[in-house]
């Protein structure tokens, strides 16, 4: 090592101190390394510390660079490489001004030679024992079964690439031996060569400076690394058994935690389960079917060892073997309503894209759940394809439920906040089954109730709204009656939450009925959306979970689901072309007046500014040129259309105007969106900007040259109903394709660090001081004085 011998004492005496961890022992040894890479001179023999660059052209060389580097070196220094050109520069006068420039061949015999005679003490604070074992002298070579000959037919047989190269090394062996006899320099040389080069692309064909060949070489590393590779390909990940995969497809109707599963997957999908005196009459009726009928078996295993297939035998042999079935035998059972399965979505990102969920086995071809699960797992239903697990012992199915169960995945632990909660349809159809002018005859209240628990649940029904001249019921009393079906319920919910359309004044007497009141668990005033019932720390689902539990909360937002679907199917939610028309219905003829008016306001303003722009009058903004100035203010006037004109599309609407609605409980959409389809599209831009110039000064052939106006550089004034001219359609699709473009670039930055992250993280572990501990360096940071629940 380049470094003094009280240095490496120094070192020798911090590395083998007990109290040294792992990680300060490779900051230590990195910078040891670092100041030997810096030194210029050698402290014991004062020769020159030089560079090694690939040779060019020549692959598996390194090119030692023997010549002094560094201009202060004192000229005593003898460089023996050097002195040996003493003999040839007295012939060639010419060789003076190269010798120092020379360099000598650094090839891994060298390499080897050296690293055989670094000194035992410099070993250890190197942290190598052997550092001569880092080169190869001898190559492994795989069993057969490692790299099997293939079939090819009538054409006869085909070698691993493997095989292929382990010959080309025998013959390029037996190649040098034989030059090496002959004596011949050249020959040697260019054999050794041969060798060194069939050496590395066994190892690695990858190295760059091989020579290329017209086929690749699968070589060793190649079959490790990567992510089709034998450590994340076949040990990390792999092929399991009793799982399936198909088209997931959504179903209002099952609980939150179920899944439903199709019959052909779950006569598949077998559970072993052991025999006992509870179990006997079932298994048994389980054996008489067979595989073929659900729910029945496909295997006995007895207690003696012996397996037997139903599927190959007949029902007189099935009776006989379910007459003899004893406590203690196994029976692999088909997949049946209960079971614990793992439900997963990939990409897995976070910890909620597996969970447990129980099976209900259904006719179909499709897992079916319900869309309240749809966001932790991210799916939606146009194609998306889900995996299943059946866990095949009563401990993994325990560590599943208790671990990985839909309960435990309520709350994400990211934020807090409530992942599984109501969405879209079920927002839309609370919203409107909870306004003011929404009352129900006793029969259709009753089937309401029906709806909502499927007439499994006793219920008290309330009180009538309306006694005379007929009895009534509300909306809002039949989400009093969801939260609390009965008075043995002790679901009692207290809540106010101010909703999206509440005007902030008068609370519960708001003309628009946007403030929400629960009192002991009845509805008093407001109309449910999405913050109520959807994952806020303010709503009504994580006020379940916070005061009466997990399993009331699955409860009320199961039945929320079949109570809203159930009525919305009945009541009709259509969305037509008119829903859209501006000129249409009560408040269109404003909307179109109102956008009208505030384009051309804005207009005006952008007049404004391009003017002065063009009288060199306009005050720039600090930082920025009389350019960017104008095209900061443009931007932002008529970025502001498109918010007026939604906010107002909100305002003047009908109120039964369907995407208004929407809109209005959260379920889908948003104010620019009604303004988008309905008024104007608003402007586009590229990365922040507006559409610069991308011909002569100008952004398409259709404009003048340097114009500046809304229209010519990216500004949509014509919505989607009205149809798009043929620039604004142009520049509509640049500002789409930029989405598309960050989408896909983000999603592969993002899993790729997030696949770092982990890997440094996975051996981190909360002891039991609840102090996050690495394996080697032990505690990362201490927790003082904090309460974790």
């Keep these: 090592l380049l470094l003094p011998t009280d240095t490496l004492d120094k070192y020798k005496r911090r590395l083998r101190k007990p109290q040294t961890d792992d990680l300060t022992r490779q900051m230590l040894q990195k910078r040891i390394l670092h100041t030997c890479k810096t030194t210029r001179l050698c402290p014991h023999c004062s020769y020159h510390n030089t560079s090694f ?127 090496l006899q002959r004596g011949l320099p050249r020959q040697v040389l260019e054999a050794w060569e041969f060798l060194q080069e069939a050496c590395a692309r066994y190892v690695n064909s990858e190295i760059s400076g091989l020579q290329v060949k017209p086929k690749s070489v699968r070589s060793i590393c190649t079959r490790l690394k990567g992510k089709e590779g034998r450590f994340r390909g076949n040990l990390s990940g792999k092929r399991v058994d009793f799982s399936g995969r198909t088209v997931i497809s959504p179903d209002p109707n099952v609980s939150v935690e179920q899944v439903v599963i199709p019959e052909w997957v779950a006569k598949r999908m077998t559970f072993p389960e052991k025999v006992c005196e509870a179990s006997m009459n079932r298994l048994r009726m389980a054996i008489m079917r067979g595989p073929e009928e659900h729910p029945g078996a496909c295997f006995v295993k007895t207690s003696d060892g012996r397996t037997k297939f139903l599927g190959a035998l007949k029902k007189p042999f099935r009776k006989q073997i379910a007459d003899s079935l004893k406590c203690g035998d196994l029976v692999e059972r088909h997949m049946r309503n209960g079971d614990i399965v793992l439900f997963n979505r990939q990409p897995s990102l976070h910890r909620l894209s597996i969970m447990a969920h129980r099976a209900k086995v259904m006719p179909g071809r499709t897992f079916r759940f319900n869309e309240c699960v749809c966001a932790p797992y991210n799916a939606d239903f146009d194609g998306d394809e889900m995996n299943i697990h059946l866990p095949q012992t009563e401990e993994a199915r325990a560590e599943a439920m208790q671990l990985m169960g839909v309960r435990d995945g309520l709350v994400t632990p990211k934020s807090g906040e ?102 002991n668990s009845e509805l008093l005033s407001g109309n449910l ?56 219905g009560r408040g269109g003829g404003k909307v179109t007046y109102e956008k009208q008016r505030i384009t051309r306001e804005k207009y005006e303003m952008v007049g404004k500014y391009i003017g002065q722009y063009n009288q060199g009058t306009l005050e720039n903004k600090p930082g920025c040129n009389a350019e960017q100035t104008l095209e900061a203010l443009v931007n932002g006037e008529l970025g502001r259309i498109r918010d007026l004109v939604g906010g107002m599309c909100e305002e003047k609407l009908a109120f039964f105007n369907k995407p208004r609605i929407m809109a209005t409980c959260g379920s889908k959409g948003s104010p620019i969106n009604l303004c988008q389809m309905m008024a ?58 930029e989405g598309l473009v960050d989408t896909a670039v983000k999603t592969a930055e993002t899993g790729y660090m997030q696949r770092r992250l982990m890997k440094a993280l996975e051996d981190l572990a909360l002891k039991h001081l609840i102090e996050p501990r690495e394996m080697k360096t032990g505690i990362i940071w201490g927790i003082v004085g904090v309460i974790v629940l």
């Design 680 to 737: 104007c599209v608003g402007q586009q831009n590229v990365g922040g900007q507006r559409i610069k110039d991308g011909f002569v000064n100008r952004t398409l052939p259709h404009f003048q040259k340097g114009s500046k106006e809304p229209k010519a550089r990216g500004f949509v004034a014509n919505s989607f109903y009205s149809g798009l001219e043929a620039p604004e359609f142009f520049f509509h699709t640049m500002g789409g394709r």
């Design 418 to 519: 409530v992942a599984i909660c109501a969405t879209q349809d079920f927002l839309t159809g609370a919203f409107l089954l909870t306004q003011k002018d929404v009352f129900l005859s006793r029969d259709k209240f009753c089937q309401l109730c029906c709806f909502l628990s499927d007439g499994l649940e006793v219920i008290d029904l309330p009180p009538p709204a309306i006694l005379k001249p007929c009895e009534l019921w509300t909306g809002k009393q039949a989400i009093s009656v969801m939260l609390r079906p009965n008075h043995k319920s002790k679901v009692f919910v207290n809540l106010e939450v101010p909703e999206k359309n509440y005007t902030k004044k008068d609370q519960t007497l708001c003309h628009n009925d946007g403030y929400v009141l629960f009192r």
């Design 529 to 584: 959306g999405k913050k109520v019932l959807g994952g806020a720390k303010n709503g009504l689902f994580f006020r379940l979970i916070r005061d009466c539990g997990a399993r009331a909360a699955m409860d009320c937002m199961s039945r929320i689901a079949k109570l809203t679907s159930r009525w919305l199917m009945n009541r009709g939610f259509t969305i037509g072309i008119d829903d859209v028309n501006a000129e249409y």
């Design 53 to 179: 660059r690939k040779g060019p052209g020549v692959p598996l060389i390194l090119r030692h660079a023997v010549g002094p580097t560094n201009k202060q070196a004192p000229e005593e220094v003898s460089l023996p490489f050097i002195d040996s050109f003493t003999e040839a520069k007295a012939f060639n006068k010419d060789l003076e001004s190269y010798a120092d420039k020379a360099s000598e061949d650094f090839n891994p015999l060298v390499a080897y030679e050296l690293m055989k005679r670094i000194p035992p003490n410099d070993r250890e604070i190197l942290g190598f024992q052997r550092p001569e074992q880092l080169l190869l002298t001898s190559l492994p070579v795989p069993p057969v079964c490692i790299r099997p000959t293939v079939s090819m037919g009538d054409k006869g047989t085909r070698e691993d690439d493997l095989t292929m190269v382990i010959g080309e090394i025998v013959e390029a062996n037996s190649a040098l031996q034989t030059q």
